[in-house]
């Protein structure tokens, strides 16, 4: 089979899994809606594997696939195929979506067990992993739009998947309209580049883009901001981030599938594959590169101060995202796409292990409220500090290659980029030790009475209250409290976050630097136009820069075991003698609030504006005659001739008519 | 084929259904709208995609001294809009059939004579014809609407049809100076639209003639600030009557700019361009913001059509290719999505009390999920969601816009935006959160809802998959249309768009 044939049957499975599920929604017995949706992925991962055996058996310059359906829109030199791209970077990430997708279902069969939505929900699951696939195998930027939008609307109904929730459907609407504003940023970016090089199609756009644009011409960094702006919306990027920690409102599995390992990626993803634009527009890369370094400090702020449990590793998320920005919008791919999978193997991790504990805890967020879960919860324990110890960025593991690699890369660029290295580094630090402020609020500490029944055997119920609104839960749809599934007891779970483990551990091995480059060779073909993929970054450097990082990650993790364990009431001093300092970080540095006065309340009262002035007082008064208006005019017409209004209609048309002859005749004679 | 059969059979189905006993009126008028569906599946399928003429034309000579001709015709313009129109007939009525009416027998009629009335508009290719169906189309919606009506029907019908009909003598006026004035010396009068495109008049006279039919066709669209009528008549009106007046009647008006006004009056469409893009712009931001403060659901989808079809009149009057496709396109998405809005609708209020004020409205896809499901594949088609029909047909008028005037198409970005708004808080509203106080939700009904609903869903789906369908049809005689006007607009370039001296889709 040829590799697009390899890249059909990726998009086919998951989508029969979407149509397949709902049709029985009735009838399916027990788990059996959750085993389906998880085979699809698999068989999906084993397509995904047959088309990297199959372009792996290429000459590395033909490994390059197009291949269309049929004609979606073509009119009027707007030219758009059903058409995917299979090359390497597709096939990396459809590597990576399928094979974390299927981890994440088999995780939710039994997370979700019991869930009155269950067949609803393998759907959703189902139809964002097809959504997310032809995004990445979109082979012109049309289809990519429909993945992209497609995601954002899988990931509203996720998030709002307990829809009796007030929270949650806010927090629905919040992530669809934000990514909404993304995809006309997309929409208008296409519309730029096809002004300019009349393709819509990858390879159309960028050998156009050659020909039409010079270095950093205007339109062109016009065209890339654009893209960016789709992309922060989607990855969550300041200024358009604010989406995402609300839709930690989803269930748990949504957030480790969703908003951590796939779709939040789909930034990335985007830079990555128009980087040829963006290195003809260094001006375009430098502004994003500068917003995601701003990104990654701020967001690791944010979680050194919040206290919801899946908040933090949400902010954890945005933060790391940054990283990976910062890698490919600086044209460092292969580190960027290296933390994007290493990402996506801990962090699906950690929210599981989050899942699992906020389950013992019967629904509760606050790690306030947490400690002492060690010894109740020995494997999520372990598994969830092998997550932490990824993110913190300790040596061996994968988030160590990955992130400290992009920092060292940012030396080897030089300039003004060593600056934005430098905040790389103290955002380690500080992720060192939000991660393991969670390890130690979490699992350590006096046991909590949660901790201490479950170790006595027993699982707590929690109060049937939102605690974000106060409002009593609805039993009916459903809420995150009743579900209670922790990993000691679910087999699936303890199998899906062991494989997580491991490749958290050991998924670094793609990409040793001066060992093992086999990531960096898998790509280069995608990016062999690129005038950075040549310049290897020499292995010393790039040893010191891990070094660096390496240094960094172990600081931050002796500060939090030092704030934590060894002087507990430190922080809380901390946080009295800079009250302000932390309530701007508790906050989220007040962007929600900006946001509100700046774009809600304006249009709100625009709106109301509009109903109370101009409806009454123009539309229906003023032009029609003043403030008599066709209101008066209407009724007093209507009560003239209760007779029957059609009468006079017929009259006036009659009249009409006969004018019209009359006037005829006269002109005819 | 031959145009008169389709166009008479929903008459001739509904005086039939004059003469059965009650009960058997609604199959009969079902029929008629089968039938005409069939007819348009047919003149699809034999619908030659690479003439840009008419097609299956009928010329009779109605009224000599006057000059007016029986002239009916079809090309790729009004080819879907036909299909459009009897599709959504069946909807309607299959709508109405499973449900009871007073006086079933005169309900029957007048829903076939406003079938006939609104394809005579749409296959008319002169003039005066085209006027005799637009005016009669308003009489069977006045009594649809007088005497099946809810609420304060006489005061919503009496405004709608003074509004109505002032634009309608407007146009009226309008067409008759039309003819007149094209009239070469000594020649004979024609009302024929092939006569008036080769007889232009002044330009002059253009410009004040095209603001009446303007004005006739912003009213019937309807668009801001011309839409005083649509509260209280969308309040009104019943549903199946609702789908038609809002998914097809809107239309006529738009439809008549690119077959009649554009054509015939290139350089006053040139230029009052700006006029019309900005009442564009002006109706999508006006609609969308209204849209979404209100609380009846009617409303909210009445405004939301205002934005709509303000996006059709940005598409018509960017005077491009690309966007005079998506115009085209968006037509027949908004017919759909609309009619599956209304039915849906329909649906929640009979399992609400007839309520449907969002306020107490809420939670329903507990009970009835495969409403959920349906309503949610309406709701992101309508919104335009990627993916779906109606993005094809946004994103075309979008790029035709940037294309020709970028501000405008800028502006008009923040529609799409505000879309997302209102229709998901629409959704959510009625589907999500806690159920209202009102609500008594069981799912769709085999029998009464899903007939109705569930081709709607099927066309949209099938539209969204391969948009190329239509476009490949339409586009042999979208371009003509506009290419005159377009030259017209880039060879007397305001001061803000030098760029577009060079003509855009000059090429036939």
């Known amino acids: 089979m040829s590799a697009t044939t390899w890249g059909w049957l990726v998009l086919a499975f998951p989508l029969a899994g979407t149509i397949l599920l709902p049709l029985g929604f009735k009838f399916w017995p027990g788990r059996l809606p959750g085993w389906i949706g998880s085979l699809t992925i698999l068989l999906s991962f084993g397509a995904s594997l047959g088309a990297l055996f199959n372009i792996m058996g290429e000459h590395p310059e033909q490994r390059s696939h197009y291949d269309t359906l049929w004609t979606y829109a073509s009119t009027a030199k707007f030219n758009a195929g059903l058409t995917i791209l299979v090359d390497p970077l597709s096939v990396f990430m459809c590597l990576v979506v399928t094979g974390v997708s299927f981890l994440i279902h088999v995780y939710s069969i039994s997370y979700m067990g019991g869930d009155r939505g269950y067949t609803r929900f393998f759907t959703y699951l189902n139809y964002f992993v097809f959504s997310m696939l032809l995004l990445v195998l979109g082979g012109n930027i049309v289809i990519l739009i429909i993945g992209w939008a497609f995601v954002g609307a899988a990931s509203y109904l996720l998030i709002s998947f307990w829809y009796r929730r007030r929270t949650a459907t806010a927090a629905g609407m919040k992530a669809f309209v934000i990514n909404v504003i993304g995809d006309v940023g997309l929409v208008i970016a296409a519309f730029l580049l096809w002004n300019k090089t009349g393709a819509l199609d990858w390879a159309g756009i960028f050998s156009g883009a050659k020909d039409a644009f010079s270095s950093n011409d205007g339109t062109l960094i016009a065209a890339c901001l654009f893209l960016t702006m789709g992309a922060f919306a989607k990855s969550a990027q300041v200024p358009l981030h604010t989406w995402l920690p609300d839709a930690m409102e989803g269930p748990t599995p949504v957030s480790a599938l969703i908003h951590a390992a796939t779709m939040v990626t789909a930034g990335v993803y985007l830079v990555a594959r128009t980087h040829p634009l963006y290195e003809l527009a260094p001006t375009a890369a430098d502004i994003t590169a500068a917003l995601a370094t701003f990104t990654l400090l701020y967001a690791a702020t944010c979680a050194l101060a919040i206290t919801d449990f899946k908040r933090i590793i949400a902010y954890s998320t945005i933060s790391q995202i940054g990283y990976m920005m910062l890698g490919v919008a600086t044209f460092g791919y292969q580190f960027g796409l290296f933390l994007l999978m290493a990402h996506a193997f801990f962090k699906a991790l950690l929210f599981m292990g989050a899942g699992s504990v906020i389950s013992a805890m019967g629904g509760e967020q606050n790690i306030d409220r947490m400690g002492g879960f060690r010894r109740a919860m020995p494997f999520t324990y372990i598994t969830f500090t092998i997550g932490a110890l990824a993110l913190a960025g300790l040596p061996i593991f994968a988030g160590w290659l990955a992130k400290d690699g992009i920092l060292g890369w940012t030396f080897h660029r030089g300039g003004w980029y060593i600056a934005l290295g430098l905040v790389g580094y103290l955002t380690a630090l500080l992720t060192a030790f939000y991660s393991f402020r969670m390890v130690f609020r979490v699992f350590f500490g006096e046991p909590v009475r949660e901790a201490q029944l479950l170790e006595g055997g027993e699982l707590v119920h929690g109060e049937h209250r939102n605690p974000l609104s106060g409002e009593e839960e609805d039993t009916d749809v459903g809420f995150p409290g009743p579900e209670h599934h922790i990993a000691e007891r679910e087999a699936t779970m303890k199998v899906a976050m062991s494989l997580l483990a491991v490749l958290s551990l050991a998924g670094g091995i793609v990409l040793i630097p001066g060992v093992t480059e086999w990531l960096q060779a898998f790509l280069e073909p995608t990016f062999s136009d690129s005038g950075f993929v040549g310049s290897h970054v020499p292995t010393g450097s790039e040893w010191l820069g891990l070094g660096v990082g390496a240094v960094a990650a172990a600081a931050g993790i002796a500060a939090a075991w030092f704030a934590y364990r060894a002087r507990p009431g430190m922080t809380l001093e901390l946080r009295d003698r800079f009250g302000r300092v932390h309530a701007f970080f508790f906050n989220r540095w007040y962007f929600d609030e900006l946001f509100d006065v700046i774009f809600v309340r304006p249009t709100l009262a625009v709106a109301r504006f509009f109903q109370r002035v101009i409806e009454p007082g123009v539309v229906q008064g003023v032009l029609v005659g003043g403030a008599t208006g066709v209101v008066r005019l209407s009724t007093n017409f209507a009560r003239s001739i209760q007779s029957g209004y059609l009468r006079a209609y017929a009259g006036l048309l009659v009249t009409g008519l006969f004018g019209l002859v009359l006037y005829f005749l006269i002109q005819s004679s | 084929m031959h145009l008169t059969i389709p166009l008479f059979i929903p008459l001739a189905a509904g005086i039939v259904g004059l003469l059965l006993p009650r009960g058997l009126a609604r199959w009969a008028s079902l029929a008629g709208t089968l039938a005409v569906l069939g007819y348009s599946v047919a003149m699809i399928v034999d619908f030659d995609s690479a003439t840009r003429g008419l097609q299956w034309v009928t010329n009779e000579t109605w009224i000599d001294t006057l000059g007016i001709h029986y002239k009916l015709g079809v090309d790729g313009l009004n080819l879907f809009l036909i299909l459009a129109t009897a599709f959504l007939w069946v909807i309607a009525t299959l709508y109405a059939a499973v449900r009871e009416w007073d006086r079933p027998r005169l309900f029957y009629f007048n829903l076939g004579l406003a079938e006939t009335a609104v394809l005579g508009a749409f296959l008319a290719q002169d003039l005066a014809l085209f006027v005799v169906f637009f005016d009669l189309m308003l009489v ?187 115009s085209v396109i968006q037509m027949l998405n908004h017919a759909v999505v609309v009619a599956g809005l209304f039915v849906i609708i329909g649906v929640i209020a009979a399992r609400a009390r007839e309520s449907e004020s969002l306020e107490r409205l809420g939670g329903m896809a507990l009970r009835a999920p495969v409403l959920a499901g349906l309503f949610l594949i309406v709701a992101l088609a309508t919104l335009a969601m990627p993916g779906s029909p109606n993005f094809v047909g946004e994103i075309l008028i979008l790029f035709g816009t940037f294309d020709e005037k970028f501000v405008y198409g800028l502006v008009a970005s923040v529609g799409v935006v505000l879309a997302a708004v209102y229709m998901i808080r629409l959704y959510q509203r009625t589907m999500h959160n806690r159920a209202g106080p009102d609500v008594a939700s069981s799912d769709l009904s085999y029998r009464l809802d899903l007939p109705a609903l569930a081709p709607v869903a099927l066309v949209l789906i099938a539209l969204g998959l391969y948009p190329q369908f239509v476009l490949h049809r339409t586009e042999a005689s979208t371009t003509p249309k506009i290419v005159r006007a377009a030259i017209k607009a880039g060879s007397d370039p305001g001061p803000q768009h030098a760029e577009a001296t060079t003509v855009k889709g000059a090429t036939p």
């Open chain 2, 140 to 326: 069977p919606f006045y009594f649809l609407i007088g005497a099946w009506g809810r609420g304060n029907r006489v005061y919503a019908t009496t405004k709608f049809v003074i509004y109505t009909l002032s634009g309608s003598l407007l146009m009226l006026a309008g067409a008759v100076a039309l003819g007149v004035l094209s009239t070469p010396e000594g020649g004979q009068i024609s009302f024929q639209l092939s006569d008036l495109t080769v007889h232009p008049v002044g330009h002059g006279t253009q410009v004040w003639i095209f603001l009446l039919f303007a004005a006739a066709f912003l009213i019937k669209a309807p668009a801001f600030p011309l839409h005083g009528w649509v509260p209280e008549t969308y309040r009104a009106t019943p549903i199946p009557v609702l789908i038609l007046l809002s998914g097809i009647l809107s239309k006529v008006g738009m439809y008549a700019f690119l077959r009649i006004v554009i054509p015939i009056m290139p350089g006053a469409s040139a230029t009052l361009q700006e006029l019309m893009l900005v009442i564009a712009v002006v109706s999508i931001l006006y609609g969308s913001v209204l849209a979404f403060s209100q609380d009846d659901a009617r409303l909210v989808v009445a405004y939301s059509s205002i934005a709509q079809l303000g996006f059709i009149l940005l598409g018509i009057f960017a005077l491009d290719p690309k966007s005079a496709q998506g």
